[in-house]
């Protein structure tokens, strides 16, 4: 058994003592990878409080339940974040990118203490496949709720539609790399391709925010 | 086998027929760049694709287990709600009357009690359930405002709609005989209710009444959708299709309503 708590205030504390020295962006971007890891430590709570009163074992609650818990817990700091503070697109998506990489980053802390990283190919799999998840998930849900903002429809309904995206996402990625074969190589791949499609969407949101203040320069 | 092969091809048609929808409206986004109902459909539609593949990876890996409350739920969910607000920005945000909202609780309310005394699943098909009864008050509200319905209508589809009800909770407490009896007079019914229903909305969009066959639309996939709740495979299967067509009539009536403009 690990000690979770311990590791987070281990790696969390030198994070902290960071943000006195910094500020900006590069503040934001480290007080978001503190949230993510206190983010993934609730939801390894709720996730064995689900597994003890559900009954359905590990491995079904990590395939049925673990995306909902875990995306709904990385969206509410969002949601207090444009509730609050009403960023731009750029600080949304720096946001997303730090709660997600510090989940992810802790997760697998905890995972290697776990199960020891002698296997190169399991912590390929932790690294490239699952940690590249859970970013990409995050960075949906945040390009959800910028488009829906964009739009002017920023409401409970989209929300809940942004939320089923990365939700959807995530539990695919659980589904497909749940059992051994072809359907665990498409799953560990899939993070990456994901990624890819995702950054040329936001680079063509980019050059089109570009163009469009541009254009409305006398 | 038979079930299994009824199983892919619907699954096959459904998903292609949302994604087909999908691409359609989002190619003619900047026709419909002004209206912010075509907004929330497309939200929907990216939403029921998520949901359907999430589905069909399932049913290959696992065939022959049951989704419990899963990732797709609030995929399904988020669909109902987006509707519902697509049909709100429509119609201007006339809100139904007191008597249309509260036949349709109840009876999304009673939809939802059977669904709990068959799966046991409490808080998935409560939460199911609210989130369909909001989108069916404000698609009945829609219905009753654009008085798309004779009195005559209206009473036949309270009385069909409310016998197959009856009938369902009948099957739930009998056995044998009068169980078979009624699940077939029920099937008979819904099946009626869905060929009404398609027709009423065929002729209002070759009227090009956007308002009328937008409300018409959204009722028969309501609808289409409760049939799917309440059947067992095969007529799952056909309820999955008409539901498919119904959200095809959906957006030909997002269209007529663009053409008005």
Not at chain 1, 97 to 126: D, Q
Not at chain 1, 165 to 178: D, E, G, M, R
Not at chain 2, 206 to 224: H, P, V
């Amino acid at each position: 058994m690990i000690y979770a708590e311990n590791i987070l205030i281990c790696i969390a504390a030198p994070l902290i003592i960071s943000l006195l020295f910094t500020n900006g962006n590069v503040r934001i971007f480290i007080g978001s990878i503190l949230t993510g890891m206190t983010a993934c430590l609730l939801c390894a709570y709720i996730n064995g409080f689900i597994d003890i009163t559900s009954g359905l074992g590990a491995e079904q609650t990590a395939v049925y339940y673990s995306p909902i818990v875990e995306e709904f817990v990385k969206l509410l700091p969002l949601l207090f974040l444009l509730a609050v503070f009403e960023p731009d697109s750029d600080t949304l998506f720096l946001s997303a990118l730090g709660i997600g990489s510090g989940f992810a980053t802790f997760e697998n802390c905890c995972y290697l203490l776990t199960s020891g990283s002698s296997s190169f190919s399991y912590v390929l799999i932790r690294g490239m496949a699952v940690g590249v998840m859970h970013i990409v998930s995050i960075m949906m849900l945040a390009l959800g709720l910028e488009i829906a903002k964009r739009l002017r429809l920023l409401s409970f309904q989209t929300v809940v539609c942004a939320l089923s995206f990365s939700i959807t996402f995530h539990a695919i990625y659980n589904l497909l790399v749940s059992e051994e074969g072809i359907t665990s190589y498409i799953g560990y791949i899939l993070p990456t391709v994901a990624a890819i499609i995702l950054n040329i969407l936001l680079s063509s949101m980019r050059q089109t925010n570009e163009r469009s203040s541009t254009d409305k320069l006398p | 086998m038979y079930n299994e092969i009824m199983r892919w091809i619907s699954l096959s048609i459904w998903l292609a027929s949302w994604v087909t929808i999908t691409i359609v409206t989002a190619i003619r986004m900047k026709r419909f760049r002004d209206n912010t109902a075509a907004k929330y459909f497309l939200f929907a539609c990216i939403s029921c694709i998520l949901s359907n593949i999430y589905w069909f990876v399932h049913t290959i890996m696992r065939p022959d287990s049951r989704i419990p409350f899963a990732a797709n739920e609030i995929a399904e969910n988020a669909i109902f709600l987006l509707l519902a607000s697509c049909l709100i920005k429509l119609f201007n945000g006339k809100p139904p009357r007191t008597s249309v909202v509260i036949n349709a609780s109840v009876f999304a309310a009673a939809n939802t009690a059977l669904w709990i005394a068959w799966t046991g699943e409490y808080i998935k098909d409560i939460m199911c359930g609210a989130c369909f009864g909001y989108f069916l008050c404000i698609t009945a509200g829609a219905v009753d405002n654009t008085e798309l319905l004779s009195k005559r209508q209206k009473a036949f589809f309270f009385v069909s709609t409310w016998s197959v009800i009856a009938l369902q909770s009948i099957t739930l407490f009998t056995r044998s005989h009068l169980k078979d009896i009624a699940d077939t007079v029920c099937y008979f019914l819904m099946a009626a209710v869905i060929i009404v229903w398609f027709a009423v909305t065929r002729a209002e969009i070759r009227r090009q009444n956007a308002d009328k066959s937008t409300a018409a639309a959204m009722m028969l996939f309501a609808w289409c959708d409760i049939v799917m709740y309440l059947s067992a495979e095969p007529m799952y299967f056909g309820a999955m299709l008409c539901s498919a067509a119904g959200i095809v009539l959906v957006l030909m009536s997002l269209l007529i309503t663009e053409d008005e403009k």
